[in-house]
């Protein structure tokens, strides 16, 4: 039966798929934990493939890849097989995710910054503030006699000002 398994040869009755896995011929899972196409075994019962990275079950009896509940953005799986939403960890501050059913959060670049975990962006440094370093939790504001006027983008440092000006922030 769809999303049963036989967990030896000669067993007498069809064990449920366990969470975290399905049963569905023609999957497997690569070296990173990410789902791949497989030769069918001609209708042989498969074994349990465990749900990729980036995603969980909790139900048993899973028949498809698909029984595979995809993380939120700002959230990933690192690891394949989770049985529980819990398997979904929050991104770090200073970090993101914005797709769902993700394996590993993107570092925020420097001239953004995110002070909050399991977000699924970075915010770009308003006018008169920069974040110099990849992985920032904060944007910081332009020394006195520097400014940034606008938001940073790919400029992720404040700039003197010209001769005969000045900033007192």
């Given at each position: 039966?769809?999303?049963?398994?036989?967990?030896?040869?000669?067993?007498?009755?069809?064990?449920?798929?366990?969470?975290?896995?399905?049963?569905?011929?023609?999957?497997?899972?690569?070296?990173?934990?990410?789902l791949v196409r497989t030769q069918s075994m001609g209708g042989l019962i498969p074994l349990?493939?465990?749900?990729?990275?980036?995603?969980?079950?909790?139900?048993?009896?899973?028949?498809?890849?698909?029984?595979?509940?995809?993380?939120?953005?700002?959230?990933?799986?690192?690891?394949?097989?989770?049985?529980?939403?819990?398997?979904?960890?929050?991104?770090?501050?200073?970090?993101?995710?914005?797709?769902?059913?993700?394996?590993?959060?993107?570092?925020?670049?420097?001239?953004?910054?995110?002070?909050?975990?399991?977000?699924?962006?970075?915010?770009v440094c308003a006018p008169g503030k920069y974040a110099s370093a990849a992985g920032a939790?904060?944007?910081?504001?332009?020394?006195?006699?520097?400014?940034?006027?606008?938001?940073?983008?790919?400029?992720?440092?404040?700039?003197?000002?010209?001769?005969?000006?000045?900033?007192?922030?």
């Amino acid at each position: 039966a769809p999303g049963t398994y036989v967990a030896r040869h000669g067993a007498a009755l069809c064990l449920p798929c366990p969470a975290g896995h399905f049963c569905a011929d023609g999957w497997a899972l690569d070296g990173d934990g990410l789902l791949v196409r497989t030769q069918s075994m001609g209708g042989l019962i498969p074994l349990p493939t465990r749900c990729p990275a980036g995603t969980y079950s909790a139900e048993l009896g899973n028949d498809s890849p698909e029984d595979c509940v995809a993380c939120p953005p700002g959230s990933v799986a690192p690891l394949p097989g989770g049985d529980s939403a819990d398997a979904c960890e929050p991104c770090a501050p200073g970090h993101s995710q914005p797709h769902p059913g993700m394996p590993a959060c993107h570092i925020c670049v420097a001239s953004q910054a995110q002070p909050l975990a399991g977000q699924p962006h970075c915010d770009v440094c308003a006018p008169g503030k920069y974040a110099s370093a990849a992985g920032a939790t904060e944007c910081l504001d332009c020394l006195p006699g520097s400014h940034q006027p606008r938001e940073a983008g790919s400029d992720p440092a404040c700039k003197a000002c010209p001769a005969g000006t000045f900033s007192a922030q």
